[in-house]
């Protein structure tokens, strides 16, 4: 764990708990870098809000307007099923995630996965809609999701240590 407590732009208190790795024996130091993991989900939809902002989607747009082969077995997938993990859609293995390099890799991927149920019907926890909304946003944009979130909300917010998907997506 790294803690860091500001006040009035000044830094009052700035410490490292723990072991960076335990293995190799290296103490955390408090300007290492983290992987935010799950966290970056809620910069997906940040940029999913700002391009329904600019009036360049809707939430209830279908993502087929966005991605025209993905076969929605009969189905409308919306943007907003999508970021409230009511899809349906099916999940990626590990190593079906891995050999994909880019976003538009996973879409023949999860096109390939059965729904679990119809959009709507449910909550559960996907993955895999949420990539598909970076796909989206990399489609509306004309620009790499990471490009993305570096110009419209890391570089406005003052974020210079802050990057997105720097190992696949």
Known sequence: ???LVAKNGQIIYQKAFGMANLELNVPMQPDMVFRIGSITKQFTAVAI??????????????????IP????????????????????????TPAE????????????IYAKKPAG??????????????????RVVEVVSKM??????????????GMKATAYGAEGP
């Open 49 to 66: 809000l700002q391009l329904m902002e600019q009036g360049k989607l809707s939430l209830q747009d279908d993502i087929t307007k966005f």
């Open 1 to 3: 764990c790294a803690a």
């Open 117 to 134: 149920f119809a959009p709507g019907a449910q909550w559960r926890y996907c993955q895999s809609g949420i990539n598909m909304l970076g």
């Open 97 to 108: 995630l891995a050999s994909a390099k880019t976003l538009a890799d996973l879409v023949p």
């Open 144 to 157: 790499p999701l990471d490009q993305f979130m570096a110009k419209r909300i890391f570089k406005p917010l």
């Open 69 to 92: 082969d993905y076969p929605t077995q009969a189905y409308t997938i919306t943007i907003e099923n999508l970021l409230t993990h009511t899809s349906g859609m099916g999940e990626a």
